[in-house]
């Protein structure tokens, strides 16, 4: 099977795994994800992937990034002008993509749909300092610390599309969890927000969807390997949140879900932002726009 047949044959499988689903033949509909996802999981692409060290960059981050050095790591930004910025994170299928319409439809703020800001920063930095990128946040001159934010702000800005004055960017992508503690030095003052959900709901929304492969989404072509997925970025999460001392306001997607209004002022006060009912109505703008992440039927 070419990779062009194999491409079709998955969205085939995956599809008629969503009717199932909605006919309510669960069994069924799991075979057909399944199958969907074998093909995938054999692939060279996707083989290659998993090879390529995403589970092994979080290992890395999980035991290089210790106590003791974000103690050596300045607590205060260098003077600026702009306000800190927001990221939005959780795993993938947390319900990130929800809480970016809500926030998006606040009249200060301004969402990105995903795009790769932080990790044009972060690529970018590691290609200039190599092997040794850790060793270097612990040294960071004054004068590349403040390239490195305003290269940040611009690229945000420049990607999210929105030329309004004032407009505040939400940074949501949420593997940008897995680069929290260059938030963390680049960016003391930083906003988190940390999307959680029932990790049953989450990786099995996971596997049952078909992402653009990539070194982290080619390990939800398996079971096992959403599992490993899931483990790794949410123990890396956990360890984060043990020792940063950023900013962060986490709650659970199924509470949004059952008082929405009071996540939402949640939300904006940890913002600085005045309430807006408008946040309320996001349906509304939600359903005029392009929504790129496989969350676009629920969220509309």
Known sequence: MNSLDAAMASRVHTETGRVLEQ???YESAFESYATAQNIVHDSREAVALRASGWLDHVASLRHGITAGRVAGWP???????????VFLVGHPRSGTTLIEQVLGAHPRLTTNDERPVLREITDRFR???GQGWLAALDTLPADELRSLRVAYTQTARQQS???R???RPVDKNPLNLVELAFVKRV?????IIMLLRDPRDVCLSCYTQLFRLNSAMAWFTSLPGTARH????????MHYRAILGLQILEFRYEDFVEDPERHSRDMLAFLDEDWDAGVLSYHEQSS???ISTPSYEGVT
Do not use: I
């Open 75 to 85: 607590d205060k930004p260098p003077a600026t002008d702009t306000p800190p910025p």
């Open 288 to 290: 005029r726009h392009y």
């Open 187 to 191: 960016f003391p003052d930083a906003r």
């Open 127 to 129: 290609r200039t300092h």
């Open 23 to 25: 006919l309510g033949d």
């Open 230 to 237: 899931y483990s790794a970025a949410m123990d890396l999460w």
């Open 165 to 167: 004055e004032g407009a």
């Open 161 to 163: 599309g929105d030329s």
